[in-house]
């Protein structure tokens, strides 16, 4: 059974940097195949992809964000890291982590989401 | 970018039947993934690879997809099921990211 939780800061400042951790176990990142992302969605709004880092520390990012965004992985500690630096109050939503099913395109397992508010 | 749009709601009758419709240009060449989102909840994977369900799900949600619309059918409707529902592809070309629909919100009258 594969779960995953994220953690991070409830509240972060206009112009900070915001990192979020996702925590999971069921399944390693180092096999084959295996990749972990980062959605976020801001309230009321649509889910929005952020990054993804496969099993072998290639990554992905959403162009639109991309030189906001850097996603590692250790696979030791079963953990993954998204900073998001110059974060702004439209940055304001809930952060999830999903799994990346082996050799496939979808998300089949999600995190419960963590809020992160941005304001002064 | 690639674009996936959505009707912004559905409204169905309890044991009706419920359609809701992903468009993209040429969405019928990609694997579409669709999404179902409960309130205060997190989005729970129903319908894979244009057609196929993950373990769990009901086989009441069915997908189909051609040409420039991807289409996720709910039969024999429940209140339960009143949700969010999101479809997903992989964008290619230089689109090669996670792309989700504008959602659509699933109202049981």
């Known amino acids: 059974q594969i779960t995953l939780k994220e953690s991070g800061p409830t509240l972060v400042k206009p112009t900070q940097t915001l990192t979020l951790t996702c925590s999971f176990s069921g399944f390693s990142l180092s096999r084959n195949g295996e990749g972990l992302g980062w959605i976020r969605q801001p309230p009321g709004k649509a889910l929005e992809f952020l990054a993804l880092?496969?099993?072998?520390?290639?990554?992905r990012y959403n162009p639109f964000l991309k030189s906001r965004l850097t996603i590692t992985k250790d696979t030791s500690k079963n953990q993954v890291v998204l900073t998001m630096t110059n974060l702004d109050p439209v940055d304001t939503a809930t952060y999830y982590c999903?799994?990346?099913?082996?050799?496939?395109?979808?998300?089949?397992?999600w995190g419960q989401g963590t809020l992160v508010t941005v304001s002064s | 970018s690639y674009v996936l749009t959505q009707p912004p709601s559905v409204s169905v009758a309890p044991g009706q039947t419920a359609r809701i419709t992903c468009g993209g240009n040429?969405?019928?060449?990609?694997?579409v993934h669709w999404y179902q989102q409960k309130p205060g909840q997190a989005p729970v994977l129903v319908v894979y690879?244009?057609?196929d369900r993950p373990s769990g799900i009901p086989e009441r949600f069915s997908g189909s997809n051609s040409g420039n619309t991807a289409t996720l059918t709910i039969s024999r409707v429940e209140v339960g099921d009143e949700a969010d529902y999101y479809c997903q592809v992989w964008g290619g070309g230089i689109d090669r990211y996670y792309v989700f629909g504008t959602g659509t919100k699933v109202t049981v009258l």
């Open positions: 999903a799994h990346r099913r082996r050799n496939t395109l979808y998300l089949d397992s």
């Open positions: 040429n969405i019928g060449g990609k694997p």
């Open positions: 880092i496969y099993w072998d520390g290639d990554k």
């Open positions: 690879d244009d057609r």
